[in-house]
């Protein structure tokens, strides 16, 4: 039966990104039937609290001589009422307090570096790391027809990006290195923070590929879903493609929405936007898509990033829609004007042009 694809566009990138996409994460955690990854003490982070679920903070307490509630307890100061400091652990005893630190203990949060402030109330943040290192976070309000207030983190999941896409200012600036699993939930607290508003919806579209840091962006969601209470289908992460990584992530069962970057509707047009696109063909990112929708019953969300005389014109509008005609009800795509980048080759699309696409995908959709 003939279905009219849904699109949608808007004019600021993280608008765009952030609001219309629903929920997407890469995270087994919490599903009952899929074993998460454990959230014990690590060599590589070995004193952060940030990020530990509630059975792991009573246990670190019992390690302490403490009773088992003082990890209930550090639990809903951590979360609850996002105390920054060991030292303001008032509800705690000062001697478990002092020990806490005295064993290199910290809580994990960093500083606001930087904060923007656009026009229709998006907050573009920096957050300063404990090496110095700069991350990104976006925070995107939006109020509804009720007056209520949705309000989406869209957080990073790397310091830079390795892939280096051609259109993307992040790639541009080199990589550095993968986010632990209490820097990106960090990034959820600041904007919580800022807002003095709980984040309703999370989206891993920021700085990185989150497929390329899976086990710490799966550690993250795991807490940000069960000791922060996000919903998973208010989770979105965002993937260029990473060979087997969607299989992965179908296999958690997750009820979170897989959205793929994919700016191209054919394979010699994707490898010229997206280098690493040569090692995952669009034939294969589009069966793994499938698998993942039949595996989740949670539709792929397209982004299609409309680069101006690139991949906006009408003929590829016709081939990604018969790219998707044989799909059914299970996907989305979502369109994004280009916002342009200071040196780049790339020009955003007139509105004129984004609008006269709608109908062509429409008709090509089933």
Excluded at 99 to 106: K, P, S
Excluded at 234 to 252: E, H, Q, Y
Excluded at 346 to 359: A, D, E, I, N, Q
Aim: glycine share 6%; charged share 25%.
């Amino acid at each position: 039966m003939a279905r009219m694809a849904v699109f949608h566009h808007a004019y600021t990138v993280p608008l765009a990104r952030a609001i219309h996409v629903r929920a997407v994460s890469v995270a087994c955690s919490g599903i009952a039937t899929v074993t998460a990854p454990s959230l014990n003490k690590k060599k590589e982070d070995p004193q952060v609290l940030l990020g530990m679920s509630e059975q792991d903070l009573q246990q670190l307490a019992l390690d302490f001589g403490q009773q088992s509630y003082r990890g209930k307890q550090l639990h809903h100061l951590l979360y609850k009422r996002k105390v920054k400091e060991i030292q303001d652990f008032s509800h705690l005893p000062l001697a478990f307090r002092n020990e806490l630190q005295d064993a290199g203990w910290r809580v994990g949060r960093s500083p606001i570096h930087k904060a923007v402030t656009a026009n229709d109330g998006t907050v573009k943040l920096l957050v300063k790391l404990e090496d110095n290192r700069l991350v990104e976070t976006v925070g995107i309000p939006v109020k509804d027809e009720k007056g209520s207030i949705r309000l989406t983190a869209c957080v990073s999941s790397q310091v830079g990006c390795p892939l280096r896409c051609s259109f993307c200012a992040t790639g541009k600036g080199g990589f550095s290195r993968n986010l632990k699993r209490h820097e990106i939930v960090e990034q959820v607290l600041a904007i919580e923070e800022l807002f003095k508003h709980r984040v309703t919806n999370v989206v891993f579209m920021g700085m990185g590929e989150p497929m390329l840091n899976m086990k710490e962006v799966l550690e993250a969601h795991r807490c940000l879903n069960k000791d922060i209470q996000i919903g998973q289908r208010m989770i979105t992460i965002s993937t260029v493609g990473v060979p087997n990584t969607i299989k992965r992530l179908a296999s958690c069962k997750l009820q979170s929405t897989l959205a793929i970057s994919l700016h191209a509707p054919n394979q010699k047009l994707r490898e010229k936007l997206v280098p690493s696109a040569k090692s995952y063909p669009l034939d294969a990112i589009m069966k793994d898509c499938r698998d993942y929708f039949h595996e989740t019953s949670r539709r792929v969300s397209f982004e299609y990033t409309l680069l101006a005389g690139v991949n906006d014109e009408v003929g590829h509008a016709k081939e990604l829609a018969e790219l998707l005609h044989e799909w059914g009800p299970g996907y989305h795509v979502n369109l994004i004007p280009y916002n342009p980048v200071d040196g780049s080759e790339y020009k955003r699309p007139y509105k004129k042009s984004v609008c006269g696409l709608h109908p062509t995908f429409g008709s090509f959709s089933h």
